[in-house]
């Protein structure tokens, strides 16, 4: 069974710091992504990072927020910094499998109060 599991929300004042996990089981994957989708918004992409550790990043979160992967582990992070009210959302890993399928993970909510 393929999982991918999100943990390290919660939450935390603007200005502040979370590191985000998403350990995945069950595939190996080329390609993981971090999304988040905010209340009466679309999902959208934040990160991604390939196997290889080429990473990018939304306009919005460039200079803050830092994706990295431990492949030894399947386990991808966002290291969140200088967090705004307006990062606020449910943050969602994706992940590409060597077998060309997509999959999500159940969420992780993330909280910015000002």
């Known amino acids: 069974q393929v999982q991918l599991v999100e943990s390290g929300g919660g939450l935390v004042q603007a200005g502040g710091s979370l590191r985000l996990s998403c350990a995945a089981s069950?595939?190996?994957?080329?390609?993981m992504a971090w999304y988040r989708q905010a209340p009466g918004k679309q999902r959208e992409f934040v990160a991604g990072?390939?196997?290889?550790?080429?990473?990018n990043s939304a306009d919005s979160v460039k200079g803050r927020f830092t994706i990295s992967r431990d492949n030894a582990k399947n386990t991808v992070y966002l290291e969140m910094n200088s967090l705004k009210p307006e990062d606020t959302a449910v943050y969602y890993c994706?992940?590409?499998?060597?077998?060309?399928?997509?999959?999500w993970g159940q969420g992780t909510q993330v909280t910015v109060s000002s």
């Open positions: 994706w992940g590409h499998s060597t077998f060309a399928y997509e999959y």
């Open positions: 069950g595939s190996i994957f080329d390609a």
């Open positions: 990072i390939n196997s290889g550790g080429s990473a």
